[in-house]
């Protein structure tokens, strides 16, 4: 029963528009209004000095290099840490133009956009001899294409009135059908690289990541539902659930491993790098597709990362077999997850965990690739900030979910730091160590697809008024369709929305206040107590609040506390 109850409220923050929830939306003075519209309009500048930059100097190439105004063919670079086997004659894939036609869409630009699929459907080929990173162009480039194939053919024409059949599905169908080569393995679990024009090369890596194998479900399973073709789901699914398959006796997962035999190399993991989109392609994948079996894995998973990598309101690492913390690092990637426990609907949680990646913005004007928070210091060699959109996508998750004032003012913050830090003549610039805000000469495809998209959304979510999106690791949006649904869920059906309106005006919404974990941890571990899988520390030490988000979850009864008369933590209600 627990699952169904918690998904119910997975749905709610996706289904009901923030007017049903919160009446005080209605209240907002015109001075907001216009604080708003003036920051998505300095949004829109954002991505325009990026995109035209991009356009000027680097176009059709992949991506753009703002200090010399020059251009990097970088698709074949992604996730190629040696930079090895790069093509000969590879010229580009205009990798920063598909990464840009959502946003085009979000910012309502059809001209821009249509100019966009008319070069693309034109000239854009993927028969060429370049070795790709498969999660890497799956979910930039297959992403992309999907994405902007559905906005452009929208049966209510809301978005865009130009005369779009299949051009992009054609695209991403050709592209779909090479990546498939990759998932020729014993154990179906994909390689890492594939040769678009050659198929998996001789001697390849077998080497993949949790992340890598298991982030493919959105855009193959939506190509798969797009074409009619039901080859591109049945592979993504079959890697899936044999990565899931191979998970420990604690539901937890490694972070790298081969794919031939199927067995781990990286025991440690957390909820950053290499591994991070599995879990938010487990939770999207059930919104998106309305498998029960989705749900199953990610409420398994999600517990077991509350249990073994949380402390406190941060996330460290652990090994799969133990559940032993194994580092104690905060990375820029982990910034994500806010944003994912809003979908879950553990706001609260979410909220604490934002607090500190803020905290750590602030602190140094971006967030730092790696922070050793065992010896509360950078890692020394990744002070860097590549314009990554993780913060400013919780950001906007929050805000949807609260319509707390205070999320506004943080997604202001980044918008200045960014300005200030990273912006330059030719466009916008990744930082190279944020302890003297050094620039490096690259602007990643995910600034235009991810970070100035989900900072516009902040401002601005007209886009989401009349369709449910989950969007992609890469910021793509899909729309949530019911006839894409294995089965309808509950928060679907109409009449279903007024208890869900009663409880959530009733108290705050959050998993573990419904004790979808574990009530009764009251674990011994030599000696010492272990928290409780559920517990969620109050905001302040002292225990002192202003409203029930400053209060956590009791970690014996699981229950949520809330904000007494006098202004303290407790378990005054219990509900
Ligand atoms: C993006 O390419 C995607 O969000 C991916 O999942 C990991 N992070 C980068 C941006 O930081």
Redesign the pocket.
Known sequence: MLPREFGKWVFVFLVLSPTVFNPSVSGLDIRWASKKRHMREKVREMFYHAYNNYLTYAFPHDELKPLTKSFTDSLSELGNLNLEHLPQDYTGSALTLIESLSSLVILGNNTEFGRAVLWLSENLTFDVDARINLF?CN??VLGGLVSAHILATDSTNRFLQGNYKNQLLILAEDLGQRFLPAFSTPTGLPYAWINLKYGVMENETTESST?GCG?LILEMGTLSQLTGDPRYEAVALRALRKLWSMRSSLNLLGTTLNVSTGEWIEYSSGIGAGV??FY?YLMKAHILFGKEEFWRMFHSAYLAVQKYFRHGSWYHEADMRTGRATYWQLT??QA?WPGLQVLVGDISAANLSHREFFHVWERFGVLPERYLLDYQMLHPTEKYY?L???LAESTFYLYQATKDPWYIKVGESIVKSLNLYTRVEGGFASIKDVTTMQLEDHQ?S?FL??TCKYLYLLFDDSFLADRNYVFT???HPLPVLSSWQEKLPEAYILSNWTSIKRERQGRQASAMSLQVCPANLKLKDGGKQVESACHVPDAFADHRCINDDDCGVDSTTCRRRSCSMAGYCGLWLLI
């Open positions: 890497e979910i930039r992340s982030s991070d989109s938010e820029s990637l994500f590549p990554r959109p993780e990643h995910f697809a991810e690791t890469e910021g």
